[in-house]
């Protein structure tokens, strides 16, 4: 939905792709809340969950500032499509790595209901 937005053709449609962005978004933080209690032991779930927070929120003050350079010297069509590919490459790169099922303590922590 990032690389979308920069197609915007008016200010309607703008508004409906960062709602699609928003609803897509929402779910996320949940959503990693039941993998984190399903995946692992309960000694690492507060910290591997804060950790995530964290950096959540200072890639989020780093990419305020990337923006902020990019936009001196490009459009904001280009720079939306420049995150959306950044976004893409991770994706793909994700879906390509081992599931994690090989790892023996990604393995013993599974619950046996998903193994």
Same mark, same amino acid.
């Given at each position: 939905m990032?690389?979308l937005?920069g197609?915007?053709l008016?200010?309607?449609?703008?508004?409906?792709? $960062?709602?699609l962005?928003?609803?897509?978004?929402?779910?996320l933080?949940?959503a990693?809340? @039941?993998?984190?209690? $399903?995946?692992?032991?309960?000694?690492? @779930?507060?910290?591997s969950?804060g950790?995530t927070?964290a950096?959540g929120?200072v890639?989020?003050?780093?990419?305020?500032?990337?923006?902020a350079?990019?936009?001196?010297?490009l459009s904001w $069509?280009?720079v939306f499509?420049?995150?959306?590919?950044?976004?893409l490459?991770?994706?793909w790169?994700?879906s390509c790595?081992?599931?994690?099922m090989n790892q023996?303590?990604?393995?013993?922590?599974?619950?046996?209901?998903? $193994?």
């Amino acid at each position: 939905m990032t690389a979308l937005t920069g197609t915007a053709l008016g200010f309607l449609s703008l508004v409906v792709f $960062r709602f699609l962005f928003g609803m897509g978004e929402a779910g996320l933080f949940p959503a990693m809340a @039941r993998v984190y209690g $399903r995946w692992l032991p309960p000694e690492e @779930r507060g910290r591997s969950f804060g950790l995530t927070i964290a950096v959540g929120a200072v890639a989020g003050a780093v990419t305020l500032k990337l923006v902020a350079v990019l936009l001196a010297v490009l459009s904001w $069509r280009v720079v939306f499509a420049m995150f959306g590919a950044v976004g893409l490459v991770v994706g793909w790169s994700r879906s390509c790595a081992s599931s994690g099922m090989n790892q023996r303590h990604i393995r013993a922590s599974t619950p046996r209901s998903s $193994r």
